[in-house]
C-alpha cells in the first residue's frame, strides 16, 4: 500500500519538477486564482445550515429549497 503512495507521490513531483519558468507561473496563477474565488464565495455565501442539529434536517432544509417545499 505505501508503494502506490510513493508512485503516486513520484510521478507528481517529478511531473512539477520539470515544468518550465512560464508553467511554473501559470499554476501559480490558478492557484492564487482559485483563492480569490473560495475566498469571495464564502464571504458571500455564508453558511446557513449551521443552524440545523443533524443531517436529516439539513438534507430536508436543502430538499425543500431546490424543490421550493413550504
Partial sequence: ????FKTIFNFYYEGFKNLTSISRKLWLLIFIKTAIIMTVL???F??????YDTDL????AV??????IE
Avoid at 455564508?46 to 443552524?51: G, R, S, T
Avoid at 434536517?57 to 430536508?60: L, N, P, Q, V
Avoid at 430538499?63 to 421550493?68: E, I, T, V
Fill in 42 to 44: 464564502t464571504l458571500f
Fill in 57 to 60: 434536517e439539513r438534507s430536508d
Fill in 63 to 68: 430538499s425543500n429549497s431546490l424543490l421550493n
Fill in 1 to 4: 500500500m505505501a508503494n502506490i
Fill in 46 to 51: 455564508p453558511d446557513i445550515l449551521w443552524q
